[in-house]
C-alpha cells in the first residue's frame, strides 16, 4: 500500500485544524497536529512530515521565524504559509524560503491543491528552488548570478525586469501568480507601476522564448487570474 504524505498543521487558531483535518484525509493525506504547549519547531523535526502548513500567528514564534529557523538549520521541509495577504509579508515569507503562501481567509479545497502543486514541484529534503544559482527547463537555462539566460544554446536578450520575472516564474512553477502578486514580488510593493507593466514583460518573454499564448510551453496564461509556469524545472549543480 502506498504511503500516504503526512501533513503537519500548525496554527494558532484550533479551528483551523478541526476544519482542515477531515478535508485532507478525505483528500489521501496524512494529518499531523500541532502539539499542546505550542512547541512547533521540535515537534516539526520529531515528526518529519512531507509538507508543513505554518500559520503566521503562533502563541510562541510566529510562522515565519519557525520557518527561518528551519531554513537556517538546513531543512528543507515545504512549507506553506498561511498569513494576512499583505504585500511585504507575503514578499518576505517566500524569499525566506517559503513554498507557497495561502491569505485567509481561503477556501479549504483551494489549500488541498496547492499542497499536491508543491509536492509535485519539490523534492522532500532537497535545496529548494530559490536557492539554485542555475535553472533548467527543457532546452531552457537560466543562470541567476550572471543574469543571463539561453534558449537551446543561445543566449537571450532580456530587460532587467523581463529577466527577474521569468527567475520568480522559474522558482515558483506550477502556481497560479496573480498580476499583483508578480508585481510586488518583481517591482517591490511600493513601485508606481500598474499590473500592465507585468502583461508586457509576460509578452516580451514569450517573444524571446517563442512561446504562444494559445499553446503555451512555458508561460500559461489564466484568464482572468495571472500567470503560471507549466514546464519542469530543475536546478543545475
Known amino acids: 500500500m502506498e504511503k500516504k504524505p503526512a501533513i503537519l498543521l500548525a496554527s494558532d487558531e484550533g479551528a483551523t485544524i478541526e476544519e482542515m483535518t477531515p478535508v485532507l484525509v478525505w483528500a489521501g493525506f496524512r494529518v499531523i497536529g500541532e502539539p499542546e504547549g505550542g512547541a512547533v519547531l521540535p515537534h516539526i523535526l520529531r515528526a518529519n512530515p512531507d509538507l508543513v502548513v505554518l500559520d503566521v500567528a503562533l502563541p510562541r514564534l510566529d510562522g515565519r521565524e519557525v520557518l527561518s529557523q528551519l531554513r537556517g538549520a538546513g531543512n528543507w521541509v515545504p512549507v506553506i504559509i498561511l498569513g494576512s495577504g499583505k504585500a511585504p509579508e507575503r514578499i518576505l515569507a517566500l524569499n525566506e524560503g517559503a513554498d507557497d503562501y495561502l491569505t485567509r481567509p481561503f477556501d479549504p479545497n483551494e489549500l ?34 550572471s543574469r543571463r539566460a539561453w534558449l537551446a544554446s543561445k543566449e537571450l536578450i532580456l530587460t532587467p525586469k523581463a529577466f527577474s520575472l521569468l527567475e520568480y516564474l522559474m522558482t515558483h512553477p506550477d502556481q497560479l501568480l496573480s498580476r499583483d502578486m508578480l508585481l510586488d514580488a518583481v517591482w517591490g510593493w511600493d513601485y508606481p507601476a500598474g499590473i500592465r507593466a507585468v502583461d508586457t514583460r509576460v509578452f516580451e518573454l514569450r517573444h524571446a522564448l517563442g512561446d504562444r499564448r494559445s499553446q503555451p510551453r512555458y508561460i500559461e496564461t489564466v484568464s482572468g487570474q495571472g500567470y503560471r509556469f507549466i514546464g519542469v524545472v530543475e536546478s543545475i549543480p
Not at 491543491?113 to 522532500?124: K, N, S
Not at 530559490?130 to 527543457?138: G, K, M
Open 112 to 145: 488541498v491543491a496547492r499542497i499536491g502543486a508543491v509536492l509535485r514541484r519539490v523534492r522532500v529534503g532537497a535545496q529548494p528552488l530559490e536557492n539554485a544559482h542555475r535553472l533548467s527547463c527543457s532546452d531552457l537555462v537560466i543562470d541567476r548570478l
